[in-house]
T-cell receptor, first 115, second 109 residues
Framework: ETGVTQTPRHLVMGMTNKKSLKCEQH?????MYWYKQSAKKPLELMFV???????ENNSVPSRFSPECPNSSHLFLHLHTLQPEDSALYLC??????????????FGPGTRLTVT | GQNIDQPTEMTATEGAIVQINCTYQ??????LFWYQQHAGEAPTFLSY??LDGLEEKGRFSSFLSRSKGYSYLLLKELQMKDSASYLC??????????WGAGTKLIIKP
């Protein structure tokens, strides 16, 4: 595997379910990100981890819970979601912000539908 | 507040040239990025500008004017595969990326 991978690619879940999204990066980066992408809206940054510590949490509802066990893996745990949470969830990685250009490399995303 | 503005949609003809503009107002500036995103796919990195001027990379060029809070992405010799959304993003003083909503580019034969 190369680059940034995400599983699953598609997920349909009910509002009472619990599920987890997984992201893995093979680029040797030390920062990882979760974004939410809704139609015709800018990418919304949800969480940032740098060197495995959470450095950003942009007022995301507690029904989204991130976990970063090491610099290569990132999870997003989901529970009691709402229909408005249906979106494309993108994972990205980069070198630590401030070191070099800091361009982010994205995974293919998980298309989430909450019913 | 922080704001990135770019046109919602543009149409151009195969073989032609198109310029996609981006204006920004952010708390600090640590570089401007352009990404390409095909429908149903992840964004992919195209270019990075931190100093004023033009950066050329094959058929794509990106320009930055920090004093005007302005950038553009220039695509030459358009091909059908260039049909995609183009995202402008600025890295602010906290090294966070502030994203525009993207410009959907439609290429017609």
């Amino acid at each position: 595997e190369t680059g940034v991978t995400q599983t699953p690619r598609h997920l349909v879940m009910g509002m009472t379910n619990k599920k987890s999204l997984k992201c893995e990066q093979h680029l040797g980066h030390n920062a990882m990100y979760w974004y939410k992408q809704s139609a015709k809206k800018p990418l919304e940054l949800m969480f940032v981890y740098s060197l495995e510590e959470r450095v950003e949490n942009n007022s995301v509802p507690s029904r989204f819970s991130p976990e970063c066990p090491n610099s290569s893996h990132l999870f997003l745990h989901l529970h009691t979601l709402q229909p408005e949470d249906s979106a494309l969830y993108l994972c990205a990685s980069s070198q630590t912000p401030g070191q070099g250009a800091g361009e982010q490399y994205f995974g293919p995303g998980t298309r989430l539908t909450v019913t | 507040g922080q704001n990135i503005d770019q046109p919602t949609e543009m149409t151009a003809t195969e073989g032609a040239i198109v310029q996609i503009n981006c204006t920004y107002q952010t708390s600090g500036f640590n570089g401007l990025f352009w990404y390409q995103q095909h429908a149903g796919e992840a964004p992919t990195f195209l270019s990075y500008n931190v100093l004023d001027g033009l950066e050329e990379k094959g058929r794509f060029s990106s320009f930055l004017s920090r004093s005007k809070g302005y950038s553009y992405l220039l695509l030459k010799e358009l091909q059908m595969k260039d049909s995609a959304s183009y995202l402008c993003a600025v890295m602010d003083s906290n090294y966070q990326l502030i994203w525009g909503a993207g410009t959907k580019l439609i290429i017609k034969p």
